[in-house]
């Protein structure tokens, strides 16, 4: 009965335009990463020939190329705000329409009429939601590899490979905690409209409130790839920033730097330490959703009132 609840879900999320509409949003967000970087790689490079050529007429020895100084991978570091941004997003639509559907017209009503537990739904729609999504960053990163090939002129090494597949890994169960969110604020809540506002401004807090208060972030400097974030001396962000190692987006963005090689280099396990907030978050939200889901009375069809 997972499966067949799966499926329908997949089904039923394929015919919806708002999830259609932010798929593609994200996708062109994906390329357009690749477009930029190709751009910029392409200035930086006439640039650097136009002064190899002007020292080289002078007698002047040419510094080393720009780009074999930095990583292979960095011209993804701008995935970090993606995914936060329109990932989290359509994240949140996804597992906002997997049960707000149910809650409407009586159809969860009909859902349990059959021999169905409650269990085997809530499975289902939490497999549903990691296929998709699992779906989409295999798709995103296609596109990011695509884009390498065309900057760097050459195929990722299998190490690069790696390290895409693990960056990829880490986004799929940052988007994953944005799905949960999505699936408990309609069960917690009683309106439709209300759930999806209550879960937007969930992602609002995590995405750019808590920087700001751990961190002393500028507000635009949420929107940048910064690897190190302001520093402040002030007494309140001194107090503040001790939760900052709690902060679900700014441990996904530095973790995913230092997986790319954007950011210095550190143990893997003080990595994996960045990734566990968040592992731990989409865990207890995990076993939330299916509690909730148990003792949620489906027959008041709640969202018809």
Do not use: C
Not at 81 to 93: C, R, S
Not at 196 to 201: N, P, S, V, Y
Not at 269 to 281: I, K
Request: aromatic share 8%; proline share 5%; no cysteine.
């Amino acid at each position: 009965m997972i499966a067949t609840v799966a499926s329908q879900q997949v089904v039923s999320l394929s015919r919806q335009r708002i999830f259609l509409a932010l798929l593609g949003t994200f996708l062109a967000m994906t390329a357009l990463a690749g477009v930029i970087g190709w751009s910029s790689h392409n200035t930086i490079v006439r640039v650097y020939n136009d002064a190899v050529q002007v020292l080289s007429a002078a007698g002047q020895p040419a510094p080393p190329s720009p780009f074999g100084l930095k990583p292979t991978l960095s011209l993804l570091s701008n995935m970090a705000i993606y995914i936060p941004l329109v990932g989290a997003l359509l994240a949140l639509v996804l597992g906002h329409l997997s049960l707000a559907d149910d809650q409407s017209g009586g159809i969860g009503r009909l859902i349990f009429s059959r021999q169905l537990s409650r269990t085997s739904y809530v499975m289902g729609k939490l497999v549903s939601a990691a296929a998709v999504l699992g779906a989409v960053i295999v798709a995103s990163m296609a596109v990011s590899v695509v884009s390498l090939l065309l900057v760097n002129r050459s195929s990722p090494s299998v190490a690069e490979f790696g390290r895409l597949g693990l960056f990829y890994g880490l986004s799929w169960l940052y988007l994953m905690l944005f799905a949960l969110i999505g699936m408990v604020a309609v069960l917690v809540t009683r309106r439709r409209s209300v759930a999806l506002l209550a879960a937007m401004g969930v992602w609002l807090v995590l995405t750019f409130a808590v920087p700001q208060f751990t961190s002393g972030l500028h507000p635009t400097a949420s929107l940048n790839p910064v690897n190190d974030p302001v520093s402040t001396s002030q007494p309140f962000f001194d107090a503040t920033a001790k939760v900052r190692p709690v902060s679900v987006t700014e441990q996904y963005k530095e973790a995913g730097a230092r997986i790319l090689g954007t950011a210095p280099s550190e143990s893997a396990p003080e990595t994996a330490l960045r990734v566990l907030p968040l592992a731990v978050s989409v865990a207890g939200l995990g076993l939330l959703t299916t509690r909730l889901v148990r003792r949620h009375d489906y027959s008041k069809g709640s969202y018809d009132e």
